[in-house]
């Protein structure tokens, strides 16, 4: 089984930048994503980008366009959350995911292994 653990959530004020990471543990997995989500308080999850390793293919939610990034050097077992101009709509628990994407990346159904949640709080 896989294991996935992210670390570098905080608090922020608007406009502040942060760096999420997601280490990943366990057996061997031919995963084809590696994403993240995020749930606002009292919202559902939602995607926020992925990256497909093998390709360098990068994803991003409308939302979050030209202010996060998914650097393309991430490694299997590690990958990152670059997040700049940092808004208050930003704030939620934020999860890595890992999964055989087969249709939209953006789909929740799609990651197989999930992290268990960093929080990131942004302030206006």
């Known amino acids: 089984a896989q294991v996935l653990k992210e670390s570098g959530g905080a608090s922020v004020q608007a406009g502040g930048s942060l760096n999420l990471t997601c280490v990943q543990s366990?057996?061997?997995?031919?995963?084809?994503?590696l994403a993240w989500f995020r749930q606002p308080p009292g919202k559902a999850r939602e995607a926020v980008a992925a990256i497909r390793p093998g390709h360098g293919n990068t994803y991003y939610a409308d939302s979050v366009q030209g202010r996060f990034v998914i650097p393309r050097d991430n490694a299997l077992t590690t990958w990152y959350l670059e997040m700049t101009s940092l808004k208050p709509e930003d704030t939620g628990t934020y999860y890595c995911?890992?999964?055989?994407?087969?249709?939209?990346?953006?789909?929740?159904?799609?990651?197989?292994?999930w992290g268990q949640g960093t929080q990131v709080t942004v302030s206006s």
């Open positions: 995911a890992m999964g055989l994407v087969l249709g939209a990346w953006n789909s929740r159904a799609q990651y197989d292994y």
């Open positions: 366990g057996s061997s997995y031919l995963g084809t994503h």
